[in-house]
């Protein structure tokens, strides 16, 4: 997928979640609170950011998508 641009929808950054989630999932990762940032399409932010929240892992799963990035790395 390309980067997205900071004018993205949220229908543009739904479908970047589920394609990142997706991603993971092939690695056996699972971040329980991965979601769209809301607050990033309100406010005072001109054009909207459409930020990804990815939340909060255990040590396991920090420990685990690190292995997956070091080993893509090495490709």
Known sequence: ??????NSTV???TLCVEELRAAL????ITLPSLRIDLPSFAG???PPMG???LGGC??????????VLRNA???
């Open 1 to 6: 997928m390309e980067p997205t641009e900071p």
């Open 11 to 13: 229908y543009d950054i």
């Open 25 to 28: 999932g092939e690695h056996g």
């Open 44 to 46: 005072s932010y001109r």
């Open 51 to 53: 930020l990804v929240e």
């Open 58 to 67: 255990n040590a396991a799963t920090a420990r685990k998508l690190a292995a």
């Open 73 to 75: 790395g090495e490709r």
